[in-house]
C-alpha cells in the first residue's frame, strides 16, 4: 500500500512540473512597486493611491476570465463581508487585470472594490508579489492560480490565500495582526489553475490524466485491503 500511496503521489506531482509556471510563488516580505501607472476606468492613477492607511487585497486576473476568477471574486467578497471589518477603514480591496485586452474595454465597476488595469504594470506587480501566469495563443486565454495576496499598507506582501473559498476568522487576523493563512495543498494547487479549454489545453490534460490514474490506484487499493479481509 505505502508503494502505491508513493506513485500516486510521484504522478500528481509530475502533473504539477506542468503548471509551475502557473502558480502562487510565495514571497512574503516582498515589496509591491507602488510607483507604477495604472487605470481605475477612466482615471490614470499609481498603485501607490490605495496604500499608507490600510492592508490591501490584492487580486490578480482579467476580466474575460468568466468561470473560476469571477468564482474567485465572489468568495472574496463573501469572506470580507463575513470579517466584520470595513472596506476602505480597514482594508482596501484591488482587482487588477493581467490581460492588456481589458485597457480597451469599457469600464467595470465592482461594489467594494477597485478595479484597475494595465497588463504591463500588472505583470511588474505579479512578479513582485509571485503570481505566475502564462497565456495560452491558441485559445486566447491566461493560465493562472486562483486566491488572493494580502499587502501591507506599505506594500509589503503579507500573506496568501489561494483557492476560491475562505476562512474569515484566518483572513480577520491575517488583516489585524499579518498572520499567514495555512499554505494550499498540492492537489488543492492542481486543481486551482484557471484554465478554460479542457479540450486542448496542455494543464487540463495533465490534470485529467493524473486524476485519472490516482483514480485508478485508489480502487486497486480498496480491491486489495477487501482481498486481504476475505482471506
Not at 161 to 190: K, N, W
Amino acid at each position: 500500500m505505502r508503494i502505491l500511496a508513493l506513485l500516486a503521489l510521484l504522478i500528481v506531482h509530475s502533473a504539477l512540473a506542468g503548471l509551475r509556471d502557473v502558480d502562487f510563488d510565495p514571497r512574503p516580505g516582498s515589496h509591491a512597486p507602488l510607483n507604477v501607472p495604472l487605470h481605475e476606468g477612466d482615471r490614470a492613477v499609481r498603485l501607490d493611491r490605495y496604500f499608507g492607511t490600510a492592508p490591501v487585497v490584492l487580486q490578480l486576473g482579467y476580466l474575460g476570465c468568466i468561470n473560476l476568477c469571477s468564482t474567485t471574486l465572489v468568495g472574496a467578497d463573501e469572506v470580507l463581508s463575513r470579517t466584520g471589518l470595513v472596506p476602505e477603514r480597514d482594508y482596501v480591496a484591488l482587482f487588477v487585470s493581467i490581460d492588456p485586452r481589458d485597457e480597451r474595454a469599457p469600464a467595470y465597476r465592482r461594489a467594494g472594490w477597485h478595479v484597475l488595469t494595465g497588463a504591463v504594470s500588472a505583470s511588474a506587480i505579479a512578479r513582485a508579489v509571485g503570481f505566475r501566469y502564462a497565456y495560452d495563443k491558441s485559445s486566447g486565454e491566461y493560465a493562472h492560480p486562483a486566491g488572493f495576496v494580502l499587502l501591507t499598507p506599505d506594500g509589503n506582501v503579507a500573506s496568501y490565500f489561494p483557492g476560491v473559498r475562505f476562512d474569515p476568522q484566518a483572513l480577520r487576523a491575517a488583516i489585524e495582526r499579518s498572520h499567514t493563512a495555512a499554505p494550499v495543498t498540492p492537489f488543492e494547487r492542481l486543481l486551482l489553475v484557471c484554465f478554460h479549454d479542457p479540450g486542448t489545453g496542455r494543464y487540463n490534460d495533465a490534470v485529467l490524466l493524473a486524476m485519472r490514474i490516482a483514480m485508478t490506484l485508489f480502487l486497486a487499493v480498496l480491491g486489495f485491503v477487501a482481498w486481504r479481509r476475505l482471506r
